[in-house]
T-cell receptor, first 114, second 114 residues
Framework: KQEVTQIPAALSVPEGENLVLNCSFTDSAIYNLQWFRQDPGKGLTSLLL?????REQTSGRLNASLDKSSGRSTLYIAASQPGDSATYLCAVIPYMEYGNKLVFGAGTILRVKS | ETGVTQTPRHLVMGMTNKKSLKCEQHLGHNAMYWYKQSAKKPLELMFV???????ENNSVPSRFSPECPNSSHLFLHLHTLQPEDSALYLCASSPQGSGRTEAFFGQGTRLTVV
């Protein structure tokens, strides 16, 4: 059974810092990995999608890497801003699962202090 | 806006009530999902619909009854719920394919069972 773990559970940093969020998964047989952002009480906003054949994806100040063989992904946020404060969720689509089912980690709660 | 709309945004219901949650997507996707997000737990998949057919029921109690009348609409019918069913219910959609596709989520319905 696929399990996804995110470390740290919570992170508080001053504005301007570069930071790394970690995601690990137990079964490397995945189709892709997706990073989401969730603001309190709201839905999920897709940040980056990395296909299993890719090593990384970039969008603005965000960079996500994927090492499928070791079951790890990292989300790098450059020059953090207070508006980046949210919960960041990592999810994988297990291989051979019908319907693109996502398996989620518990998330990292990020607070960027001004 | 992600293109996935959920209504209502908030719902309070008694344990003997019957209510329905609605999800609508205008992204041309043909797979839709219900997820449950409880406090301090990872997002859990409830149901998957692909091409309007239910392809997965993730051991969800029968007091939750999904309906997918067409590829753009998904409902979750609720009856005789328990207080522990209070949670954020999230709808998602994606193109149906080999798994190399991005999922988009709605803003969720915050359900409180009293």
């Amino acid at each position: 059974k696929q399990e996804v773990t995110q470390i740290p559970a919570a992170l508080s940093v001053p504005e301007g810092e570069n930071l790394v969020l970690n995601c690990s998964f137990t079964d490397s047989a995945i189709y892709n990995l997706q990073w989401f952002r969730q603001d309190p009480g709201k839905g999920l906003t897709s940040l980056l999608l990395i296909q299993s054949s890719q090593r990384e994806q970039t969008s603005g100040r965000l960079n996500a890497s994927l090492d499928k063989s070791s079951g790890r992904s990292t989300l790098y946020i450059a020059a953090s801003q207070p508006g980046d404060s949210a919960t960041y969720l990592c999810a994988v689509i297990p291989y051979m699962e019908y319907g693109n089912k996502l398996v989620f980690g518990a998330g990292t709660i990020l607070r960027v202090k001004s | 806006e992600t293109g996935v709309t959920q209504t209502p945004r908030h719902l309070v219901m008694g344990m003997t009530n019957k209510k329905s949650l609605k999800c609508e997507q205008h992204l041309g996707h043909n797979a839709m999902y219900w997820y449950k997000q409880s406090a301090k737990k990872p997002l859990e998949l409830m149901f998957v619909y692909s091409l309007e057919e239910r392809v997965e029921n993730n051991s969800v109690p029968s007091r939750f009854s999904p309906e997918c009348p067409n590829s753009s609409h998904l409902f979750l019918h609720l009856h005789t719920l328990q207080p522990e069913d209070s949670a954020l219910y999230l709808c998602a959609s994606s193109p149906q394919g080999s798994g190399r596709t991005e999922a988009f989520f709605g803003q969720g319905t915050r359900l409180t069972v009293v």
